[in-house]
């Protein structure tokens, strides 16, 4: 019998379990990659704001590395978690895994080149007839996250787009941030106002991911 000493080196047990491991780790991590970088980016029409995101626009966040993006979304409000979610979904997104995992940091100023994330129907793309369409709607000084809901849809129609899921978060986002009542399901108007013009609400300011989580099922989309 020959001596398990006498194996070549890669078929030893303790070299070739883990280099196993390693192997689909690679793999994985680049087929998370390909996906990411595979999705698509709209093209939208004249765009005018450099940062589309409001809550990006108020937050400001450093763009020198990844860790210090993610303090500063939290300085403005945004829970570790949901920081660190958005903070990645939005790097693979635009950069990769490489340079992800590398700490490299989201660029604000190019959020209309996205893969998957990017979206035209937003509100601020619309500022005055949303302003408009809020007010006719607010009952007592309210709106309802129904109403942002119908709201989108009508914005998404003008575009002549199908609302992605990146879209519908915007909304339950603009909610939360905006000091949105999960048991009443309204808002002010004036805050959501604020937000859509990228400036500070009066209330709210802060968006957990549990909001952000049960913001989004109050929204009852048609597709």
């Not at 303790?14 to 680049?30: D, E």
């Not at 108020?58 to 903070?87: C, L, Y």
């Not at 805050?191 to 400036?199: A, F, R, S, T, W």
Request: hydrophobic share 35%.
């Amino acid at each position: 019998m020959k001596s398990s000493t006498n194996k070549k080196w890669y078929k030893r047990k303790r070299i070739k379990i883990p280099a196993i491991s390693f192997g689909i780790i690679f793999l994985l991590l680049m087929a998370v990659d390909v996906y990411f970088r595979t999705r698509s980016i709209p093209e939208c029409a004249d765009e005018t704001s450099q940062i589309q995101c409001p809550f990006l626009a108020i937050s400001k966040p450093s763009t020198e590395s990844r860790s210090a993006f993610m303090d500063d979304v939290q300085k403005s409000g945004m829970d570790q978690a949901m920081a660190f979610g958005a903070t990645m979904q939005v790097s693979l997104s635009q950069n990769g895994l490489w340079s992800t995992l590398f700490g490299k940091a989201p660029d604000i100023n190019n959020l209309d080149k996205v893969h998957g994330i990017s979206h035209c129907d937003r509100y601020n793309r619309y500022t005055n007839e949303v302003e408009k369409q809020l007010e006719e709607r607010e009952v007592d000084g309210k709106i309802g996250i129904q109403d942002l809901v119908e709201i989108k849809e009508w914005i998404a129609e003008k575009e002549g787009v199908e609302i992605i899921s990146s879209s519908k978060q915007e909304t339950a986002l603009l909610f939360g941030y905006a000091g949105g009542n999960l048991e009443t399901g309204k808002v002010f108007t004036e805050d959501i106002i604020l937000l859509i013009n990228n400036k500070m609400p009066t209330r709210g300011g802060k968006m957990t991911l549990d909001l952000f989580e049960k913001a989004q099922k109050l929204c009852k989309w048609k597709n």
